[in-house]
C-alpha cells in the first residue's frame, strides 16, 4: 500500500468512524500535521473522498464532510432495499452456506463480547453487506450498489456519532438474516433485509431531522453525545 492509499484509509476511517465532527472545517495542513506526513498525499486522498461524494471542497470555506439531505436518505435506503433485497434473495440460493456460516460465526462473536465495540460492529457491518453481493454471483447487482456505498458510508457515521444504540439493533438484525441466507430460506432473507433497512431508514432521517431543527433554532452548535461512542459495557445499552 502507498502512502496516498494509507493517508486515504486513515482519513477515510476518521470521516466515517465520527471522529471528524460534522462542522468541522478541515484544511490540507491541519490533516497533514495530524497524520505526520507532507501535504501532497493528503491532497491526494480528499480529491479521492471528494469524487466519492464523502467530502465537499469548497474554494475560501475550506473542506467539509459532506451532508446528506432528509431526501437523499431516504432515496439511498429505498435503492438499498431493492438491491440488497435481492442479493439476499439470490445468496439464499446458491451455495454459499460455508461462507455465510463464517459470517455469522463472526458477527455472533461480537455480539457476545462482554463490552459493546461499536467500531468494531460498524466494520463487520459493512463486511457483512459487501459478502452479500460477493456471495450472490451477480456483477452488474454488485457495481450498481458500489456506486451508493460511499453514501452508505456516511449514513454509517450518523449512526456511531447521534444513535449508537441502533448499531447493535442492526448487528442483531444482521444475524437473523446471515441465518436465513445460510438455511436457505430465500423469501424470509428478502425480508428481514428490507425490514433491516426500513429500521435504518427510520433511524436516519429521525436523527437528520433532529440535527436540522437544531440548526435552524439558532444555537449554532451540534452536540455530541457524551462517552465513548466506539466502546461501552452491556449493562449501558440495557433498555436503549
Known amino acids: 500500500m502507498t502512502l496516498s492509499e494509507k493517508v486515504y484509509a486513515k482519513l477515510r476511517h476518521m470521516i466515517v468512524s465520527g471522529k471528524v465532527r460534522d462542522d468541522a472545517v478541515l484544511s490540507e495542513r491541519s490533516l497533514a500535521t495530524q497524520l505526520d506526513v507532507s501535504r501532497v498525499p493528503v491532497r491526494e486522498a480528499i480529491q479521492s473522498l471528494a469524487r466519492e461524494g464523502l467530502l465537499t471542497v469548497?474554494?475560501?470555506s475550506g473542506i467539509q464532510i459532506r451532508k446528506l439531505s432528509l431526501e437523499e436518505v431516504r432515496e439511498i435506503y429505498e435503492v438499498r432495499q431493492a438491491l440488497e433485497g435481492m442479493a439476499a434473495?439470490?445468496?439464499s440460493k446458491r451455495p454459499v452456506r460455508t461462507a455465510m456460516a463464517a459470517m455469522r460465526a463472526e458477527l455472533e462473536r461480537l455480539s457476545a463480547a462482554k463490552t459493546?465495540?461499536?467500531?468494531?460492529?460498524q466494520a463487520m457491518s459493512s463486511d457483512?453487506?459487501?459478502?452479500?453481493?460477493?456471495l450472490c454471483d451477480n456483477t452488474?447487482?454488485?457495481a450498481v450498489y458500489e456506486t451508493v456505498e460511499?453514501?452508505?458510508?456516511?449514513?454509517?457515521?450518523l449512526t456511531a456519532v447521534h444513535a449508537p444504540q441502533r448499531i447493535e439493533q442492526a448487528h442483531q438484525e444482521h444475524i437473523a438474516i446471515a441465518r436465513a441466507i445460510e438455511s436457505g430460506a430465500a423469501a424470509r432473507a428478502e425480508r428481514l433485509t428490507r425490514a433491516h433497512l426500513e429500521?435504518?431508514?427510520?433511524?436516519r432521517l429521525k436523527i437528520l431531522s433532529k440535527l436540522n431543527r437544531a440548526e435552524g433554532s439558532g444555537d449554532g452548535k451540534?452536540?455530541?453525545p457524551s462517552g465513548n461512542p466506539g466502546a461501552r459495557t452491556r449493562a449501558a445499552t440495557v433498555g436503549a
Open 128 to 134: 457483512f453487506h459487501r459478502l452479500m453481493f460477493e
Open 222 to 224: 451540534r452536540q455530541r
Open 150 to 157: 460511499p453514501k452508505i458510508d456516511l449514513n454509517l457515521r
Open 116 to 121: 459493546v465495540d461499536h467500531a468494531s460492529i
Open 140 to 142: 452488474q447487482l454488485r
Open 199 to 203: 429500521n435504518g431508514k427510520i433511524a
Open 89 to 91: 434473495y439470490l445468496c
Open 58 to 60: 469548497t474554494p475560501r
